[in-house]
């Protein structure tokens, strides 16, 4: 039961996920499918049974040590992993606070196309990214680039999906996620750690994207839906116990303030398509930035065109060459986002500076 008398009710019944160890060892050993790994099959058995040993006791954190000063509980056993995260975050803070900085500017890539692996083509995302990195590199700011493309090109490299904490109670989703790393399910190497610090340190956001089927790109979208712990997440996981769904809906009933961690932060866009849903996408990561408190640069700096509009997909990439206005509003949108940086960071109000919101999350 909450603070104020509610009963807390934590619904159950979706059914058992756990693997026989026939099946565990089944899947990992279809990571060593090439005949090379032939001569190894005692070592990649050993393999097994240690690793089963760690999913039959779902070890997901497996290198803990105790909280300490400054949280809920000292006692609880805080996962390494966790906690370098939350350092580089810390450090990232510092960094975006430092008024001796130059600007700092996150340009993202977000079409998962590469000239790395399949198609063997990179995409006009990424060639519109380098029209605005230009920009931001003539204007001597530090330019951040991260590449989403990634995600399908390097080895090893993840985002793992967003498991939906939010919607049990806000406290539950920690900043940054504890969900990942799942040593115990051989959910290791997500990304987002590194993600993080990345948006923190930036005083301006720039995202380049294409349209897929109305909507964003699969990479981008990954990125998004973990980014959900930096609007409102808790950044002391020993309130909750870890994962603990009754705890947290306590915490939030009793009163959650919403930390929003990424606020104040400016943002541009461009978003292309080639048949439909570039204004629907452009639409919908205003809604999800704004959402966030993250400030707009102007009107300049959110553009949806169409590259090509219902012509060849071959002939993409000359149709790109041939809309020399599409390409400078590219530039336009990074000028813009440049100009909004300079005027926050000299300490500009925004014109909604100490309204009060009367429908807080």
């Not at 990992?28 to 001569?39: G, I, K, S, W």
């Not at 393999?47 to 040993?53: F, P, Q, S």
């Not at 809920?72 to 975050?89: F, K, P, T, V």
């Not at 089927?213 to 116990?241: E, F, I, Y």
Request: glycine share 6%.
């Amino acid at each position: 039961m909450s603070e104020d008398g509610r009963d807390v009710l934590v619904r159950k019944g979706q059914g058992d996920t756990k693997l026989t160890k026939d099946e565990f060892a089944r899947r990992v050993q279809a990571r060593f499918y090439d005949p090379v790994f032939e001569d190894a099959k005692a070592e990649i058995a050993r393999i097994v049974d240690l690793a089963w040993d760690g999913y039959d006791k779902s070890r997901k954190s497996p290198r803990t040590q105790k909280a300490g000063p400054g949280y809920a509980d000292q006692e609880y056993e805080l996962s390494l992993d966790w906690i370098a995260a939350r350092d580089a975050i810390a450090a990232a803070g510092r960094q975006h606070e430092n008024p001796a900085a130059r600007p700092r500017i996150l340009l993202i890539c977000a079409s998962p196309r590469s000239d790395q692996t399949c198609p063997g083509e990179m995409s006009k995302t990424f060639r519109l990214t380098k029209l605005a990195q230009e920009v931001f590199a003539k204007a001597d700011t530090v330019v951040d680039l991260l590449d989403l493309s990634v995600l399908a090109s390097e080895y090893g490299r993840v985002i793992y999906p967003y498991k939906g904490c939010v919607s049990t109670a806000m406290p539950l989703c920690h900043w940054p996620c504890s969900c990942y790393p799942n040593h115990s399910l051989g959910q290791a190497g997500d990304w987002m750690n590194e993600i993080y610090p990345r948006w923190v340190a930036a005083h301006g956001i720039m995202i380049v994207t294409p349209v897929h089927w109305n909507q964003v790109p699969s990479p981008l979208k990954l990125m998004m839906d973990r980014l959900v712990c930096a609007d409102g997440g808790n950044p002391d996981p020993t309130s909750t116990h870890g994962k603990d769904p009754a705890k947290a809906k306590q915490i939030e009933l009793a009163g959650w303030d919403y930390p929003r961690h990424l606020k104040g932060r400016a943002f541009a866009l461009v978003v292309h398509a080639d048949a439909e849903g570039a204004q629907s996408v452009r639409h919908a990561l205003e809604n999800w930035l704004k959402g966030m408190e993250l400030v707009p640069a102007g009107h300049m700096s959110a553009v949806d065109r169409y590259i090509g509009y219902f012509e060849p997909y071959a002939t993409s990439h000359d149709a790109l060459d041939a809309d020399h206005a599409v390409q400078e509003e590219a530039r336009n949108a990074a000028c813009a986002l440049v100009q909004q940086v300079h005027l926050m960071r000299a300490g500009r109000a925004e014109p909604d500076a100490g309204l009060t919101d009367p429908r807080p999350k």
